[in-house]
């Protein structure tokens, strides 16, 4: 009954809360790159399969957002941008956070695996053991190198529906994950550079923060370089064509003078003009995502007219 | 209407979670029930391990999965 009653005294947690755990602006991503890394795949899936296995992908993307609030619960408090999150607000206890993600974890793995193959399941449950216990428990909070390596389970949902379709994981499958993997640090560290104060007072060991923003700034030049490649590399590959090719390189020559941009400037340009540059390469780094892999999707669509591909 | 308790004031609380929880099992069930109707429909090979032996499920070296 004193469960019931200190619910009603913090307001009671509706089912919106519960959804909000589950982080749903990281899934529309997720679910929007595992859609293109399906339809992008040299072999046809049912609908109904199809549609099953990208909603078992987002529950398991959701679930690992659960369990990185119920870990996080701490310093998502503490930073600005987090204590809204149901359970630093109160609306949810940590401990449901930890049910609610399990729960969906194993629901998500076991119904991928049903509905499409247990490739994509393992996958699946590597992305969550990855964003869980690898990224949030352990790299977020004891290296600067944790966007880098925790990176890598964001960029996974595109693989993993390649890997449902066709079984299998190829070079196209990896050049997709290298480009969000690629992507990720540029993208983060540009959001880091104008949001100091969150990460800073969390004890978050941001670049920003355990390196100087003179590194970062570095750092998000050279990682944008090395992001370039990938990206035309994975035009020149069979899910590409020359309109893909285009667009990558617009996105890229883009990216790169915004990189260069953030580079070229230090802290007293920037507070003047209250980093409008680096929250424009910010803004522009989620378009950029967004257009590579709305590339593959239309260069695919153009091979059934006969006209994409190379 | 004397042989129905009065709603709990926990119940009017929780209302639009519990509706909530109620709609996605249901947009579960018929979500495996789609699945169920393809993969039968398709001929996927849905036989499993059910305690007999079934010599047609036995995979041999030189053929692979007999399926």
């Not at chain 1, 947690?13 to 679910?31: C, E, H, I, N, T």
């Amino acid at each position: 009954m004193s469960d019931t009653q200190s619910f009603s005294q913090t307001g009671e947690a509706q089912f919106g809360d519960y959804v909000q755990l589950l982080k749903p602006r990281v899934m529309s991503l997720v679910v929007f790159t595992a859609l293109v890394g399906l339809l992008v795949a040299p072999v046809g899936v049912h609908p109904v399969v199809g549609f099953a296995s990208i909603l078992f992908i987002a529950l398991g993307a959701g679930a690992s957002g659960a369990l990185n609030m119920w870990w996080d619960a701490d310093i998502d408090r503490v930073m600005k941008r987090t204590q809204s999150r149901p359970v630093p607000a109160g609306k949810v206890e940590a401990g449901e956070a930890l049910g609610l993600g399990l729960a969906l974890s194993g629901i998500s793995v076991v119904m991928l695996a049903l509905a499409a193959n247990l490739l994509s399941a393992f996958l699946l449950a590597f992305t969550i053991f990855f964003y869980a216990v690898v990224y949030s428990m352990w790299l977020k909070r004891s290296t600067p190198q944790n966007i880098v390596i925790g990176g890598a389970a964001g960029a996974f949902p595109p693989m993993i529906g390649w890997a449902v379709a066709t079984g299998g994981v190829s070079i196209e499958a990896i050049l997709m994950f290298a480009l969000i993997f690629m992507w990720t640090p540029p993208h983060f560290w540009a959001l880091a550079l104008f949001m100091k104060e969150d990460y800073h007072k969390a004890g978050v060991p941001m670049l920003t923060v355990t390196h100087g923003r003179r590194e970062t700034r570095r750092q998000i030049l050279i990682y944008t370089v090395l992001l370039a490649p990938v990206a035309i590399w994975a035009a020149l590959t069979s899910i590409g064509g020359p309109f893909t090719l285009a667009v990558a390189l617009v996105l890229n020559a883009i990216f790169l003078k915004g990189a260069w941009d953030i580079f070229r400037r230090d802290e007293a340009v920037a507070e003047a003009d209250r980093y409008a540059t680096e929250k424009k390469v910010f803004t522009f780094s989620l378009a950029y995502l967004f257009l590579h892999f709305a590339a593959f999707l239309v260069e695919a669509v153009l091979k059934t007219f006969g006209v994409g591909g190379w | 209407m004397a042989y129905f308790k009065p709603e709990h004031e926990l119940h009017r609380r929780r209302f639009s979670r519990n509706l909530g929880l109620g709609l996605t099992l249901v947009a579960f069930i018929c979500l495996v029930f789609a699945l169920t109707v393809v993969k039968v429909t398709r001929g996927d090979p849905m036989q499993a391990f059910d305690h007999v032996v079934r010599p047609e499920m036995v995979v041999t070296p030189e053929e692979g999965a007999n399926q």
